[in-house]
C-alpha cells in the first residue's frame, strides 16, 4: 500500500499525472453539531435556537450512504449543490425544497446532526432536520423509512427518539412510503420538479396566474375552459405563483388558488385532515 501511494506521488511530482489543486473559491462548511448524552442527560443545547442555527449552517453529519443497494441510491442537485440520499429520501428532499420554495418552510436539511440518546448508545444521524416559518417556527426531526422495514424493534427506536426530541420541544415524525410518501405524492412533486425545466410562455404564465387572483380559486379544468395552456399549471405551481392541494391528485378536478392550501405544519407532522376542510375558506370560483 505505502509503495503504491509512493509511486503515485511521485507520478504527480513528475507532472505525469496532473495535480488538480482543490479551489479556494469552494465553500468550506463547519462539521455539523454532536448533541451527546452527559451526566443523565442530552446536551442541554439540543434544540435551540443558536443550536439549530449550527445545524443548518454546517456540513452535512454523513455522506446520506449507509449499506443500502447502488440502484437505491440517489445524488440530486438542490440549490445548485448536490446530495446524496436513499431510497424514498429522493422524494422527501422534492417535498421539502418545495415547501421552502414557496411556503411554510424556513430551513432543512439531510443527515443534520449527530445525536446520542441513550448514555452508552452510538451516535446516530437523522435523515433531515426542518424549521417552520414564524410564526410556528417549529421544529422537526424527520426520518423516512419504508413501511415494509417498520418492525416492532425499529418502531421502538424512533419512539425512544421522539420521546427524547419532544422534551427539548422538538417534533419527530417518521415518513413512509404509505403517507406522506405515497404513489400520488410521487406521482405530483416529481411532475412539479420536472416543470423547472418546462418551456413556456411569460405573457401566458401571467394571463394564467392573472385569472386565478382575480377570481381566488377555480377548477384545472375552468381554466382550460376559459383558453389557458393546462401544461402552465404544473409551471406556476413550482414557482409558488398559483397554489393546490399538495396532498391530492392533479387533474382537472383540481382545485387552483391564489393562496396556499396546504398547511406545511399539518403536511410535515402527518396531521392530514378532511383534504377537502379547507374549500369553505376560498374565495368562490363561481361566476
Known amino acids: 500500500m505505502n509503495s503504491s501511494l509512493s509511486s503515485e506521488r511521485e507520478r504527480v511530482l513528475t507532472n505525469q499525472v496532473k495535480f488538480i489543486p482543490i479551489d479556494v473559491c469552494v465553500e468550506m462548511l463547519p462539521a455539523a453539531p454532536i448533541a451527546l448524552f452527559e451526566n443523565g442527560d ?76 441513550e448514555g452508552d448508545g452510538p451516535l446516530r444521524i437523522p435523515d433531515f432536520a426542518v424549521e417552520l416559518l414564524p410564526p410556528a417556527s417549529t421544529k422537526v426531526i424527520v426520518q423516512v423509512k419504508a413501511s415494509k422495514f417498520l418492525t416492532a424493534e425499529v418502531l ?37 420538479r420536472r416543470a423547472r425545466h418546462d418551456p413556456y410562455s411569460q405573457p401566458d404564465l401571467d394571463a394564467l396566474v392573472s385569472e386565478v387572483s382575480s377570481i381566488g380559486s377555480c377548477t384545472a379544468l375552468q381554466l382550460v375552459e376559459r383558453g389557458h395552456d393546462p401544461t402552465l399549471l404544473p409551471i406556476a405551481v413550482q414557482q409558488g405563483r398559483l397554489f393546490i392541494d399538495l396532498k391530492g391528485a392533479f387533474n382537472e378536478q383540481t382545485i387552483v388558488s391564489s393562496r396556499p392550501v396546504t398547511d406545511a405544519r399539518e403536511f410535515l407532522l402527518n396531521h392530514w385532515s378532511d383534504p377537502q376542510a379547507w374549500w369553505n375558506s376560498l374565495p368562490s370560483g363561481e361566476d
Open 42 to 117: 442530552l446536551d442541554r443545547q439540543f434544540g435551540t435556537a443558536n443550536w439549530m442555527k449550527k445545524v443548518f449552517q454546517s456540513a452535512p453529519a454523513g455522506d446520506g450512504w449507509s449499506r443500502s443497494r447502488m440502484t437505491h441510491r440517489h445524488q440530486v442537485c438542490i440549490d445548485d449543490r448536490f446530495i446524496h440520499i436513499e431510497g424514498y429520501e429522493n422524494l422527501a428532499t422534492y417535498i421539502l425544497n418545495h415547501f421552502r420554495l414557496t411556503s411554510g418552510i424556513a430551513f432543512w436539511k439531510p443527515q443534520p446532526f449527530q445525536w446520542q440518546i
Open 156 to 192: 421502538a427506536e424512533f419512539e425512544k427518539e421522539r420521546i427524547l426530541a419532544n422534551r427539548f420541544g422538538v417534533e419527530h415524525v417518521v415518513w413512509t412510503d404509505k403517507q406522506p410518501l405515497g404513489i400520488q405524492a410521487r406521482n405530483l412533486f416529481f411532475r412539479l
